[in-house]
């Protein structure tokens, strides 16, 4: 995984907890709260892992 992978993951994931939020205040079934939490621990995993990456300088 390069580093521009990497930063376009990060940046696709926080569009996707932007938009799931949004649709969460907007309708608020048990569903959107299930995908907004999914989405949010799939965005925390991808920065940890670039993160750790960065200082093990995996993305060179």
């Known amino acids: 995984m390069s580093k521009e992978k990497a930063l376009k ?3 696709i994931s926080i569009v996707c907890v932007i938009a799931t939020g949004l649709s969460y205040a907007i309708f ?3 569903i959107q709260k ?3 939490f999914v989405v ?3 965005s925390a995993i991808s920065v ?3 993160i750790v990456g960065s ?3 995996k993305f060179h």
């Open 9 to 11: 993951s990060i940046l």
């Open 28 to 30: 608020k079934n048990p």
């Open 34 to 36: 299930i995908l907004f």
């Open 40 to 42: 949010v621990i799939t």
């Open 48 to 50: 940890i892992y670039y």
């Open 55 to 57: 200082k093990k300088g």
